[in-house]
């Protein structure tokens, strides 16, 4: 899948040089991780190079899944409606970064368009064991709300003419055994796949900063209660030690 040729300037315009270096690692390999705090655009990035290559016709689809952990559950059953309304609230930051490229005009909704001619779909983790995605871009948003076993199924669906774009930041990871750091050791041993790191913030410039101030709050509350429990049970065994002597 080489870079799409004719009018592509509506999508490259407004990219920053660290997103147009992204978009670069995609046009040359099948497999790229984007990884970076929130606010740095990933999402947005990746529905720029999946519409750039269904409308310059270098893919027939775009595939959009993603994880809808909380905690550990990926079964989204107990919301009511078909699968696509369920998914539906997920949906709509990428749904906003097409909007961002293709603005509502009169009656044309071209989200609604797309997903009307079946070049735009939303496939539940649920159901994508079994498919096989050809000539498309899968894009798979908060990967690092997934195992290794589910970004294994995935990656296994990929098809010829077709390439994945896994998103996420392992800061918000909301399971415990996230697949993420498994993928990025794959990135860095096989061709055609690559990892890329963003580091602009595209919010209020606080949001960066809240980001950092909450990790190093996080990082410093669980030492003390790991220090705590280490002295708790420290004092238990002394206690032990002096009841049996």
């Given at each position: 899948m080489a870079k799409p040729k004719g009018d592509i300037k509506k999508f490259n315009d407004h990219l920053t040089v660290e997103q147009k270096q992204a978009k670069k690692d995609m046009y040359h390999n099948d497999i790229v991780t984007f990884d970076g705090k929130a606010g740095t655009g990933k999402t947005s990035?990746?529905?720029?190079?999946?519409?750039?290559?269904?409308?310059?016709?270098?893919?027939?689809?775009?595939?959009?899944?993603?994880?809808?952990?909380?905690?550990?559950?990926?079964?989204?059953?107990?919301?009511?409606?078909?699968?696509?309304?369920?998914?539906?609230?997920?949906?709509?930051?990428?749904?906003?970064?097409?909007?961002?490229?293709?603005?509502?005009?009169?009656?044309?909704?071209?989200?609604?368009?797309?997903v009307d001619e079946k070049k735009l779909e939303i496939v539940p983790l649920a159901f994508i064991q079994g498919r096989t995605f050809e000539n498309t871009v899968v894009i798979v948003d908060e990967y690092q709300n997934l195992d290794a076993i589910d970004?294994?199924?995935?990656?296994?669906?990929?098809?010829?003419?077709?390439?994945?774009?896994?998103s996420g930041d392992f800061r918000q990871s909301l399971i415990y055994n996230s697949g993420i750091k498994t993928l990025k050791a794959a990135c860095a041993k096989f061709d055609r796949m690559q990892s890329f790191t963003f580091t602009e913030n595209f919010r209020n410039p606080i949001v960066e900063k809240l980001i950092d101030f909450y990790e190093e709050e996080t990082e410093r509350i669980d030492a003390e209660e790991k220090a705590e429990n280490e002295a708790r049970l420290q004092r238990n065994a002394e206690r032990r030690a002096k009841a049996n002597a």
């Amino acid at each position: 899948m080489a870079k799409p040729k004719g009018d592509i300037k509506k999508f490259n315009d407004h990219l920053t040089v660290e997103q147009k270096q992204a978009k670069k690692d995609m046009y040359h390999n099948d497999i790229v991780t984007f990884d970076g705090k929130a606010g740095t655009g990933k999402t947005s990035l990746a529905v720029n190079y999946a519409y750039e290559q269904l409308c310059t016709k270098q893919i027939d689809k775009i595939i959009i899944t993603r994880a809808t952990a909380t905690r550990k559950q990926h079964d989204l059953g107990f919301l009511p409606g078909s699968a696509d309304e369920k998914l539906a609230p997920w949906m709509v930051p990428i749904y906003d970064s097409i909007y961002k490229l293709e603005p509502p005009t009169g009656d044309t909704d071209k989200v609604q368009q797309l997903v009307d001619e079946k070049k735009l779909e939303i496939v539940p983790l649920a159901f994508i064991q079994g498919r096989t995605f050809e000539n498309t871009v899968v894009i798979v948003d908060e990967y690092q709300n997934l195992d290794a076993i589910d970004i294994q199924m995935i990656l296994t669906r990929l098809g010829r003419g077709s390439k994945m774009i896994f998103s996420g930041d392992f800061r918000q990871s909301l399971i415990y055994n996230s697949g993420i750091k498994t993928l990025k050791a794959a990135c860095a041993k096989f061709d055609r796949m690559q990892s890329f790191t963003f580091t602009e913030n595209f919010r209020n410039p606080i949001v960066e900063k809240l980001i950092d101030f909450y990790e190093e709050e996080t990082e410093r509350i669980d030492a003390e209660e790991k220090a705590e429990n280490e002295a708790r049970l420290q004092r238990n065994a002394e206690r032990r030690a002096k009841a049996n002597a």
